[in-house]
């Protein structure tokens, strides 16, 4: 999962990227409402938490651009507490939901668990599942039957994405902009090294699912349902 955090306050901005990280989440934060939009229009964000009071473009706005261009990243604003009027606007606008500031870390993360959740439309998100493999968020394992296997970061962001997309293609392009983010030099044979190692992770656990080769394209995950 990718979130972009546009908030100009720089502290706090840095304590929900924190707090992010250590749930596993891909961060890319923007400082003002210009290149949050930007950064959004890429369109690889799962989520995106959006300030209301922002330099340069407005959070109102910089959400009424995106929905415009189709944009469909979920989005989390966030209004001061003086700005009654917010709530409905921001709504209104095409926010998914807000939190008003202050707010405190537990019901940050809670409402950001149950943004992504719906995003990937897994009521299970904790553990996403293709076939016979779970994804164990909590541990970064992955399970099959009674067996399971420890992840690596990348490993782990690049499983949950083939899962999360049910089988469809993912190109190599969105991989790494939705893993390492757009500002990146990785290069195509990285994806193809942790590919590889998935792969022979996958295989330890017996797995009747693989990850399938749509050439010059990308990877999509199948089950050989005949075992
Ligand atoms: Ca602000």
Redesign the pocket.
């Known amino acids: 999962m990718r979130i972009l955090i546009v908030?100009?306050?720089k502290d706090l901005a840095y304590v929900l990227s924190e707090t992010l990280k250590l749930e596993g989440y891909n961060i890319d934060i923007a400082n003002d409402g210009e290149y949050g939009l930007d950064c959004a229009l890429t369109g690889v964000y799962d989520l995106i938490i959006l300030?209301?009071?922002?330099p340069k473009i407005n959070g109102f706005d910089v959400l009424k651009q995106l929905r415009t261009a189709n944009i469909h990243s979920a989005v989390l604003m966030l209004t001061a507490r003086s700005q009654i009027e917010d709530k409905v606007e921001g709504l209104d606008s095409g926010a998914d939901d807000y939190l008003t500031k202050p707010f405190i870390t537990k019901e940050f993360l809670a409402r950001v668990r149950a943004l992504c959740r719906r995003r990937s439309n897994e009521y299970v998100s904790d553990r996403p599942q293709f076939g016979d493999i779970i994804l164990d968020t909590p541990h970064h394992e992955l399970h099959c039957g009674d067996k399971r296997i420890m992840l690596s970061k990348k490993e782990y962001d690049l499983i949950e994405l083939l899962i999360l997309n049910k089988g469809k293609v993912i190109g190599k392009d969105v991989m790494i902009t939705k893993i390492w983010g757009y500002e990146t030099d990785v290069e195509y044979n990285s994806i193809e090294v942790y590919i590889s190692f998935l792969r022979k992770k996958m295989k330890a656990l017996n797995s009747a699912v693989s990850i399938q080769t749509s050439r010059g394209v990308g990877y999509f995950l199948a089950e050989d349902k005949n075992g």
Do not use: I, R
């Open positions: 908030e100009d306050e300030d209301v009071m922002l």
